[in-house]
């Protein structure tokens, strides 16, 4: 007897409403089993709750108040994917995820909860891999080239707004054009640098220049992101993100584990990293239209993080991306407390929902509360109860079934992770890390000849570009300390954030480059951001040299 044959029979003991909610989930072909049918505070084994494996790539959305078991549930569905020769990708930013390469361990509340959800619970652990960002934490080093992370990922971590943005890709546009790769954050110095020289400042006339006062802020974040020690995750080796795809030699797939522990504190860059991982795997898969299963599945962890202070031109990429990378087969899931985290644009594109509890201690609160249960379809439940009331491990689901269209909503009792749910040992972890295949690729930075090294030759040339990058800096301090007098003298009038001359400076870089021949080239090519070159994607992000 077939799951769904077994699943109809058995549903038909059930309650009326139960029944209904049940038959919706129902699956002919392979799906993930999420856990059993919570009905008027009983938990109904023979009501199953699943994903049909083939509506993955349509995306998801895992949210929940903090402790309510957002991770177990991330872990839950990463265990079956593997089992079901699904790459996954999952970014650890507490460091408790590790766990899923160790079989569980048995217990009392374990089997309870096996036993309520009708689960056969068996131990096991899963394939891993484990990177950590520039290599800071344990794993296998994750790097990034300056040049491939692009103008727009870039000004994401380094805070630059709107227009600064686009004089950073006037500045990746050059660099493209001439041959100076833009490897490590010291390459990107030297290229500002160089540009706002006495030898270099002609380069750029032909499009309106770069004014000395923004390359100073554009020095200035470069260079307070590197005393951060944000330097090691730019360079080479770069990650090739194929290796996220992999099986293991078992059959079942690889889980890509990106250690986010040692770097929690800066959460813009390893969100916009995430970021960088997606883009840089669209420009490399092929077109596969609906698959059976996805190639990948990718968990964005704290995704409010992405979205925080993001620009028009940000928030445009990832809700294409994300719209796109579908046909490629992959799947993104966004972690994160509340659906309000996520922009309408994108939220709209997510048809699998894990809902987890949700407080309402605060007008906020019950404000976000509101707002979550609107954007589920109707349903018997009341849902603004049925939320602020569930259990640790308890979930309001509904996801597409196998024609596509949304499933009933179900509130589930969520089955229990076959894995050990908390973190790695860390000497096991280490000895995991060192044991891999791709260790001794990825490992050891290298430093070859790249922008710097071309426009540094010499010592007269150093000299020049440490004189250039000063008078960069000091050009932008005079403009701050203008934009503060002007603020005083006219209580802000007309000023928002950098004024005065500055301001005035990058308003007409804008006009002059945006009426340039070069521009209306560059725009009619790409349609996107300005001095992206031709061969720039989404976000600017830089097809590698293969």
Known sequence: MSDSESTAENAAVLPEPARE?????????????????????????????????AMLNRHGIVAGATGTGKTKTLQLIAEQLSANGVPVFLADIKGDVSGIAAPGTPGDRVTERAGQVGQEWQAEGFPCEFYALGGIGPGIPLRATVTSFGPVLLSKVLELNQTQEQSLGLIFHYADSKGLELVDLKDLRAVVAFLVSDTGRAELKGIG????????????????????????????????TAELLRQAP????????????????????????????????????????????????????????????????FLESITRT????????????????TPRDVPAEVLAQLGNRVQHA?????????????????????????????????GIGEAVVTVLSENGAPTPVAATRLRAPRSLMGPWPAAELDAAVKGSSLYG??????????????????????????????????????????????????????????????????????????????????????????????????????????
């Open 250 to 313: 078992d059959g079942r797939a690889l889980v890509s584990v990106l250690e986010l522990a040692a770097v929690q504190d800066k959460p813009q860059l390893f969100s916009t990293f995430l970021m960088w991982l997606l883009a840089d795997l669209f420009h490399d898969l092929p077109e596969v239209g609906d698959l059976d299963r996805p190639k990948l599945v990718f968990f964005f962890d704290e995704a409010h993080l992405l979205f925080d202070g993001a620009s028009k031109a």
């Open 209 to 240: 220049g770069l004014s000395t006062a923004t390359a100073g802020v554009i020095l200035r974040s470069v260079t307070a992101f590197e005393q951060q020690g944000a330097g090691d995750f730019f360079g080479e080796p770069e990650f090739e």
């Open 441 to 546: 690729s990825y490992a050891q930075a290298v430093d070859r000849e790249s922008a710097y090294e071309k426009l540094s030759a010499g010592q007269e040339s150093e000299r020049r570009a440490a004189e250039a990058e000063a008078a960069a800096a000091k050009a932008a301090e005079a403009a701050d300390r203008a934009a503060v007098e002007e603020a005083v003298r006219g209580g802000g009038r007309g000023t928002r954030g950098r004024g005065g001359k500055a301001a005035e400076e990058d308003a007409s870089l804008v006009e002059q480059v945006v009426g340039s021949g070069m521009f209306r080239s560059l725009a009619r090519s790409v349609g996107t951001q300005l001095g992206r070159e031709i061969s720039r994607s989404l976000f600017g992000t830089a097809r590698r040299r293969r």
């Open 358 to 390: 949700l407080r309402a201690f605060t007008p906020d609160d019950a404000k976000a509360l509101r707002s979550t249960v609107k954007t589920f379809p109707n349903s018997p439940y009341d849902l603004e109860e049925l939320l602020t009331r569930l």
């Open 322 to 337: 994300v719209r796109l990378i579908r046909s490629k087969g992959v799947g993104i899931f966004f972690v994160t407390q």
């Open 21 to 53: 909610i049940a038959a919706g989930y129902a699956v002919s072909g392979a799906a993930l089993d999420l856990g059993a049918l919570l009905w008027d505070g009983t938990c109904l084994p023979d009501a199953q709750i699943r994903i049909p494996l």
